[in-house]
């Protein structure tokens, strides 16, 4: 992973010879770009959470350019009137510096989003060595603004725990599988365990939770949570589905015909190898497609 990110470095020569692999993913690098494709999204009736791409910052200075960016980003959805709100990574915003600035950043975003139609910002899950430390960043602030949520992951073996907590708190929670590779001591590793966890915790949230983010491509689980809200007198406009850029936009469209709520992540910026790596590591087929790209031209 190292070494990818390595070789594929913002700006460097191979990274914008193969940022047209990562377009599928990536509405673009540059925030115009992002507000565009969020434009098309709301044209065809979906929402959006914006994500200005980095991860894993060591330098305070990065970290500072970060948070000034989500803030002229939140300015430009402002501006622009577009329906979206953003999604942050804790280590872009330097939780790997140092926690209290990381809390500082995320602070000054959330208070910032206070202004927008959409204020709400969504805090995405890392690898597991960066859970507790997210989860308490997430509480510190939501002890002073509610306009912001956790992400649990459903294949990790502490989240019965994080869900429960977070129902508790009356937080707004993304349920995803989760995206990085785990430990078996940390995280469920077969898909019919992560998915029973996913629609256990899935039903927990829709039926005692506040506005929970639905956010996966799996059709199966799509279906048992359509199927499990109806049968709950559930409405429609109490939850939403969520799905990524550039996956599945057939589905995305059918949702929306069906009359549900669909807010689509889309990521921008030039940090985007990391974000590319997972998608492709996630499904072979992207794998395949990415190697025969690369070689193929
Ligand atoms: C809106 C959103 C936000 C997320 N935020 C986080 C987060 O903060 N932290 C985290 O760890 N993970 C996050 N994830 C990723 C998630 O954890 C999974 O890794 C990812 O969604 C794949 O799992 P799945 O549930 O979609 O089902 P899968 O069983 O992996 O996929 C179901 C179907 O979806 C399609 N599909 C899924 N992934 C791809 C892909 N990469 N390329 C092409 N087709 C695909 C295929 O048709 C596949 O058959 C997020 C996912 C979404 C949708």
Redesign the pocket.
């Known amino acids: 992973m190292a070494v990818i990110e390595r070789l594929l470095a913002p700006n460097s020569a191979i990274s914008q010879r193969f940022f047209f692999l990562a377009k599928r993913f990536v509405a673009g690098e540059s925030m115009a770009a992002g507000l565009a494709a969020v434009r098309t999204l709301n044209a065809a009736g979906l929402t959006a959470t914006l994500d200005f791409l980095g991860e894993d910052v060591t330098d305070p200075r990065e970290a500072g350019r970060t948070r000034d960016t989500y803030l002229e980003l939140l300015a430009a959805i402002e501006r622009e009137g577009v329906h979206t709100n953003v999604s942050v990574k804790l280590t872009a915003l330097g939780l790997l510096v140092d926690e209290a600035l990381c809390t500082d950043h995320l602070d000054a975003i959330v208070a910032r989003a206070e202004r927008l139609d959409d204020p709400f910002v969504r805090i995405?899950?890392e690898g597991s060595a960066l859970t507790e430390p997210t989860l308490r960043v997430f509480e510190t602030l939501y002890a002073r603004r509610q306009n912001v949520g956790p992400?649990i992951?459903a294949y990790l073996k502490r989240s019965p725990a994080d869900i429960e907590h977070a129902i508790g708190l009356g937080a707004r929670v993304?349920l995803?599988?989760?995206?990085?590779s785990e430990p078996e001591t940390l995280a469920l590793q077969d898909?019919v365990s992560i998915r029973r966890a996913y629609l256990r915790f899935a039903e927990a949230l829709l039926s005692r939770g506040t506005y929970p983010g639905i956010?996966?491509?799996?059709e199966r689980?799509i279906e048992a949570v359509k199927g499990y809200a109806a049968a709950h007198g559930i409405d429609q406009n109490r939850f939403e589905f969520?799905?990524?850029y550039g996956?599945?936009s057939d589905l995305q469209q059918a949702l929306v015909r069906d009359g549900y709520r669909v807010r689509v992540?889309v990521p921008f910026g030039t940090h985007w190898a990391g974000y590319f790596y997972r998608?492709v590591t996630?499904?072979k087929e992207?794998a395949w497609f990415a190697l025969r790209s690369m070689f193929g031209r």
């Open positions: 995405d899950m992400v992951q993304r995803c599988k989760g995206a990085y898909m956010a996966t491509h799996d689980l969520q799905l990524l996956v599945r992540y998608r996630e499904r992207n």
